[in-house]
Nanobody, 124 residues
């Protein structure tokens, strides 16, 4: 079965950068999707970015477009989320999620397998 483990969170000042990693395993189908989600205190979980397969389509939430980039490293079985120009509003627990098949929206039920979450705190 699919399994994902995320890492890379931490404390960063506004305007700084972080790169989150999602180590994935168990991809036994031709199509799959990895999504990044986040949940801030007192708020609902929201989608951040999605990538399909190793070099397939991507999508981003409007709030992070131009600042975040999702990418893959097939040799390492890893999906990354490069976060630049971080804002205090980006503070949240970030989750990596996976599913069999491709995904083209941020509906949470589309994803069956979830990581444990990694805390990102943007503060001066």
């Amino acid at each position: 079965q699919l399994q994902v483990v995320e890492s890379g969170g931490g404390l960063v000042q506004p305007g700084g950068s972080l790169r989150l990693s999602c180590a994935a395993s168990g991809f036994n189908l031709d199509t799959w999707a990895i999504g990044w989600f986040r949940q801030a205190p007192g708020k609902e979980r929201e989608g951040v970015s999605i990538i399909n397969n190793w070099g397939g389509s991507t999508m981003y939430a409007d709030s992070v477009k131009g600042r975040f980039t999702i990418s893959t490293d097939r040799a390492k079985n890893t999906v990354y989320l490069q976060m630049n120009n971080l804002k205090t509003e980006d503070t949240a627990v970030y989750f990596c999620a996976a599913t069999n098949g491709n995904v083209y929206d941020f509906r949470i039920p589309n994803f069956d397998y979830w990581g444990q979450g990694t805390q990102v705190t943007v503060s001066s």
